[in-house]
């Protein structure tokens, strides 16, 4: 199967990136502190994401952390838990640097995303060093993530009672609905009201 090698080649390619903005951020005329930080923590939250999926696949992988232009054929794989010590450090640094609010900015991580991810890193982190420490500390960024984005309990949105209009000759009212059904229609996806949506990517 080509799929290992493709996932492989992706994930390594956002590093890349990542390492590439990382490295090059005090050569950039920023409109502020503010919008640089929060450059800065989306690509470490895009390389922790990378290395967290690469230990969940693959166990320990070679660590890439700086940007170079020059070949390098010496890499060794690290542990799986030092890749995903890697993908913690990155998380905590995208946590510290995101907002919580971007019901706005679809495909943009909050963070509420890099929370999530961390939660996620530290559990499999812990799986391999049976470290309570880390199952603790999964288990309060996992409460904040769960505090600052609720289930949906009431109906919301495109296809609530006494909406009007129609799509493909269909009512988008659905009185038979249920809040569940409301998560679950494309333009409630990315609707602000929607407080279950964590990391929103909209497809063209």
Request: aromatic content about 12%.
């Amino acid at each position: 199967s080509s799929l290992p090698k493709s996932l492989w080649d992706k994930f390594y390619k956002v590093i890349s990136y990542a390492n590439l903005a990382l490295s090059k951020m005090d050569d950039v005329e920023w409109p502020s502190e503010e919008q640089k930080s929060r450059i800065a923590a989306e690509a470490h939250f895009l390389r922790g994401i990378s290395y967290l999926r690469l230990a969940e696949l693959f166990g320990g992988v070679p660590m890439v952390l700086e940007y170079t232009e020059n070949p390098n054929y010496g890499y060794v794989r690290a542990t799986r838990e030092e890749t995903y010590t890697a993908a913690i450090e990155d998380f905590k640094l995208a946590y510290a640097g995101l907002p919580w609010n971007i019901s706005a900015e679809y495909g943009r991580a909050g963070k509420g995303a890099a929370a999530m991810y961390l939660s996620e890193a530290l559990l499999g982190r812990g799986v391999e060093t049976d470290s309570n420490a880390d199952y603790t500390e999964a288990a309060k960024y996992a409460k904040e993530v769960v505090a600052n984005h609720p289930l949906m309990t009431q109906r919301f949105g495109a296809r609530v009672p006494g909406v009007s209009g129609e799509k493909y000759g269909v009512p988008n009212e659905f009185k038979e609905g249920n809040v569940i059904s409301d998560l679950f229609v494309a333009p409630n996806i990315v609707n602000p009201q929607n407080t279950e949506a964590i990391w929103v990517m909209v497809s063209a």
